[in-house]
Each structure stands twice: as C-alpha cells, then as structure tokens.
C-alpha cells in the first residue's frame, strides 16, 4: 500500500525564491501530523502542491499513490483538502456550497442532505445553513470550509491552519473535530503548537524549504527538546520580574520564562527535582499560583530546531 | 483505511454540469444578473419610447426588416458585448482574486470540467440577456407590424447568439490571463467595443486590407443581414476633386463571419482554457 501522502524531491521556485527545496516526505496511517516551520518556510507551498493549486518546478507529489500534478481528479479522489481561507461564492447558502462539493466528490444523493446537515452541526452553523454566505464573518465563512472536509468521509485530509480567524471557541471546536478524525489521515498545518501538541500524535517541522525532522512528538520532544521537564504556572495576578526571579531561584528550576502577564513556563531538572515537588515548592512561596500543568516541550524542539524567523 | 461505498466516482461531465448548476446559480442569484437585466430594459425601454414618440423614419417607414435592422441590428453587438464581459470577464480572474478558487479547485475535478462549467453557466446567464432583448425588440416589431416577422431577424439573432459565443470565449481568454476581476472585464470591453472597431477602420480604410482577422468584422454579419440586399463583399468609393482618392469597405459575407466567430470560439476558448490549468493560486 503505498504513502497516503508523499513528497519526492518536492521544489518549488518563483523566480530567484525557492520556496521549497527538495522537501522528501512519506506519510501513511490513521494519525494527526502537525506540518510546523515558520513564515515562509514552505508549509502552505507543500500543501497546494498536494492539492493542484499550484505546480512543483520540479520533483513529485502523490496522494494515495497517484501523481497530483498528473491526475488530480484520482489523487484527491479520497480527499478532503482546506488550503488557507477560502471565499464561497457569496451567492450560495452554506448548504447550497456543501452541496456542489457533495456532488463533485459523489456522495450519494441520498445521503447528501443528512451529510449536510451534519457537517454543519459539527460547526455550530445549522442555523446559518440556509442564508447567503455573502453576509457572514471570516470566522463563520471558515466554519463552513471546515464543514466542508467532513462531508464525504475521505481517507486523508490536508488542513492549512485549520483555526485561522476563529474566535477562541472556534478554535477549541476545531480541535475537537479534528481530534475526533484521527480514525484517518490528518496532515495539518499550524503556527499553534499547543494545538498542534493537543490534536496530533506525529510532527513534520519545515524550514527554509526543507524538512528538518518527521517523527512523534515524543521522540522529537525527547530529542531536541534539550531534556528536562517543563511546566506551565498560571499566578492570579501579573507575573512581575522579582516573581519571576523568585520562581528561578527554587531548587532544580533551570530557567523561568514568561508565556503570558500571568503565566511562567517553568523549566527543570528532572534529576533534581519531579513535578509532584515542583508543585509544592511554587505553592510555597505563596506567590498566587492558581494553575500547573505540564508544559509541551514541543516549543522548545521547535525552537531548536527553527533558529530564525523569516 | 478504505471507505468504499461512501461516494461513486464522478464523470467529468457530470462535473461540468455541477460546475455550470451552482455558478449559474451564483449569477442568477448576485446582483449583477439584475443590473444587466435593467441595463437592458433600459435600453429597450429607451428604444420604445424614442421610437413611439418620435417615430424616425429609419425605424417605421422601412418595414418590418427595416424596424428590426434599426432596432436590433443597431443594439445587439452591444448588449452581446456587454453580456459577455459582465458574466464571462471575471469568471476565472474572480477564483484568484475573490479567493473562491481554494473553496472549488481542491477538490477531485479537473480545472478543465470547471472552466467549461463556468463557461455555460456564463453563456446560459448572457443568452438570457439577449433572449430578453431580443424578446423587447420583438415585441415592438409586432407592434408596428403585426404578424410580420422577417426570417432575417430570426437569422440575425442567431448570428448575435454565435457571436456571444465567440465573445464569451475571448472574454473567458482574458480572464484566465489576468488575476484581477476589473482589469479583465475592463480588457474584455475596451477590446470588443473599441480596439476591434479602430481595427476594422484602420484596416479597411486606410490600408485597403479586409480585416478578416477581427471579431467585430466578424460579428457584422449580425447586423447586415437585415440589410435587403445584403451589403457587397467590397465597396470602393470614389472621393475628392474628380474622384482622385477611394474608400474601401469590406462586408464579411454570412460564411466568412461565421468562419471567424468559429475560429476565435475555439482558438479563445483552448487558449483560456490552456491558461487556467497552468496559472497558480498563489496569493
């Protein structure tokens, strides 16, 4: 059986830019892999390859086996593709848009309706499914583009940040249908590693062009995440820089940084010191702290990883 | 992994029948039908009253054929224009620019079932302009010559029908060519209302060649077959102190414009259809 998506030698040029270079990538199961790089590392160019948006100057990309670049109809034939923030013809009505879809992709005709009806359910837009999409938010035109890759029960399918311009329930929701997709192939790109951290079980980080690593988030973490441990502590009030020295200056703390005003990722020595510890030892200082979690080393892989921001 | 049973695989017919369903509903429903529907009812409405008020002689006192040659034969090419560059100028830059494109493009149909799709829905929304036109244009033959329609106009209309086709289809060529809505519609009307036009002049008057190259020229078989007898192939015309220097004219006759609609349809159409699958949704 061969990849349900593969990259050969993928290039991709404009002019003097390349914008991918030589990017090899297989990837086949039911799972959700995270595609992470920064700006302009090549993550939107490698899914529109993978979807025929656009053409790779040189190398191949295949889904379910089959050249997209030779035969898109097949290659996305079990497909369900999201590629950035699609407009809808502002005509339609979000069930007339999942209709045409339905159609393309034959669903069939007795079953096309209840598809409907579902997808946009899951979205929270029933209410919306018979008003123009002419007149809705950017939020709510790309609930309707994530209903769209639920309607025919594809075998894969490529997200391009999934969550942009959702509101922050927006993005929970979508995480949560995405997290209930793993039963296939999920390839999805995104800036939001602690959603790619929550929704994905493998990660493929991008930069310049080209693959830097493809592998579990475990084995990627305990790799280039520079070991340790790493935990979140959420204060009631603002995280001053004597909180924060304070915080550092506890046993087997190795750094402090904060991720938000009220909010320290806490990094430590595993050797010296377990999280049951770390814990009370924050409690101790009777700073305010109301939250602790476990911090993704995700970020730390990602930043060992990707040295510089375009 | 396999989820078969869920869908059939679709024909690219059947694809080039739902692209044509929902972006003809997407005309139907969006504005633009109704300001081109008014545009021409306006016009209509213009020519019935100026017509019925005034009654000119070129229109009433030419019978029937007259009528229909002065009404129609003097409007059709615009409204045929028009229509064209209304519902086919945009039609493929809109995917790119409107962004509308990564809603329909990825997805398992050819770019080429989509593009002939959105070519009839196009033609289907235009042909009803003309319908309407030609209905009002109808209309008042029959009131001042009740029970006389001219075989010609039937002919005419026909001929306007084909022109739309070939206008649609250089319309469609520029579309895929640019990325902005506005410069293609805008491209699209300069071309056929004016640049074939100073072509056609340029050509025939000043360098005595017959410009069998244009659309326009083409597209004047619309109007002179309502001419009684149909224009001559080549007209020269003497002018000046004793007749020193000549005019020439040139008249497509019915088969060399119906040659040249044909030629610029299909040329038109493969050369915008060759653009689409090649242009890339970069943003």
């Not at chain 2, 040659?69 to 809109?94: E, K």
Request: glycine share 10%; hydrophobic share 45%.
């Amino acid at each position: 059986m061969p990849p349900s998506i593969e990259a050969r030698q993928l290039t991709k040029r404009y002019g003097q830019f390349t914008a991918l270079s030589g990017l090899d990538l297989s990837i086949q199961g039911a799972k959700c892999v995270g595609f992470l790089g920064p700006n302009g590392a090549g993550k939107t160019t490698t899914m529109k390859i993978l979807t025929g948006l656009i053409r790779a100057t040189k190398g191949t990309a295949l889904i379910n086996g089959v050249d997209v670049a030779s035969d898109k109809k097949a290659a996305l034939a079990s497909c369900a593709t999201l590629i950035e923030t699609p407009e809808i013809y502002p005509a339609l009505t979000p069930k007339e848009a999942l209709s045409m879809l339905c159609e393309i992709r034959g669903v069939p005709r007795q079953d096309k309706n209840k598809r409907i009806d579902d997808a946009l359910a899951r979205v929270k837009m029933s209410e919306w499914a018979d008003k123009k999409v002419g007149g809705f938010s950017k939020g709510m035109k790309q609930r309707v583009n994530v209903a769209s890759t639920l309607l025919s029960d594809p075998e894969v399918i490529i997200l391009d940040e999934p969550s942009s311009g959702l509101d922050p329930r927006g993005m929970s929701e979508v995480r949560d249908i995405v997290t209930s997709l793993r039963d296939r192939l999920v390839f999805m790109s995104s800036h939001l590693l602690a959603e790619v951290t929550e929704v994905c079980q493998e990660v493929a980080m991008i930069d310049h062009g080209k693959l830097l690593v493809y592998d579990t988030i475990e084995n990627v973490t305990a790799k280039f995440a520079g070991g340790g441990g790493a935990a979140e502590v959420g204060f009631a009030g603002n995280v001053d820089e004597q909180l924060r020295v304070r915080v550092s200056k506890l046993p087997g703390v190795t750094s402090t940084t904060k991720s938000n005003d009220r909010h320290l990722i806490v990094k430590y020595d595993t050797a010296v010191l377990t999280q049951d510890k770390l814990l009370e030892s924050v409690a101790g200082l009777k700073a305010g702290a109301i939250t602790f979690s476990q911090a993704s080393g995700l970020e730390d892989a990602y930043l060992s990883l990707i040295k510089e921001t375009l | 992994m396999s989820r078969e049973g869920s869908k059939a695989a679709v024909g690219s017919l059947v694809h080039v029948g739902i692209a044509a369903k929902y972006n003809f509903l997407n005309y139907f429903r969006a504005r633009r039908f109704y300001v081109m529907l008014a545009i021409i009812l306006i016009i209509a409405g213009l020519l019935t009253a100026l017509v019925g008020y005034y009654r000119p002689p070129g229109f009433v006192d030419g019978g029937a054929l007259g009528f229909y040659g002065a009404g129609w034969g003097s409007f059709a090419s615009i409204v045929v224009v028009l229509s064209a560059a209304f519902f086919g100028g945009d039609a493929i830059s809109g995917e790119f620019q409107n962004r509308t494109g990564y809603f329909l493009v990825p997805n398992p149909i050819r770019r080429s079932a989509i593009y002939v799709g959105k070519w009839l829905a196009a033609l289907t929304a235009s042909t009803i302009i003309l319908a309407v036109f030609a209905l009002a244009m109808l209309a008042n033959g029959l009131f001042y010559f009740p029970g006389n329609v001219p075989w010609e106009f039937v002919e005419s209309f026909a001929f306007a029908w084909v022109y739309l086709v070939a206008a649609m289809s250089l319309a469609f060529a520029f579309s895929s060519l640019f990325k902005s809505s506005s410069i293609s519609v805008l491209m699209s009307v300069i071309l056929l209302l004016f640049v074939f036009s100073v072509i056609d002049t340029v050509s025939s008057l000043v360098a005595g060649i017959e410009p069998w190259f244009s659309l326009t020229y083409g597209a004047g078989i619309v109007s002179n077959i309502l001419n009684v007898p149909y224009p001559a192939a080549k007209t020269v015309t003497p002018f000046g102190p004793g007749g020193r220097f000549t005019v020439v004219s040139y008249n497509a006759t019915v088969p060399e414009g119906l040659l040249i609609l044909l030629v610029y349809l299909v040329v038109m159409a493969v050369l915008g259809l060759v653009l689409f699958e090649r242009k890339e949704f970069t943003s």
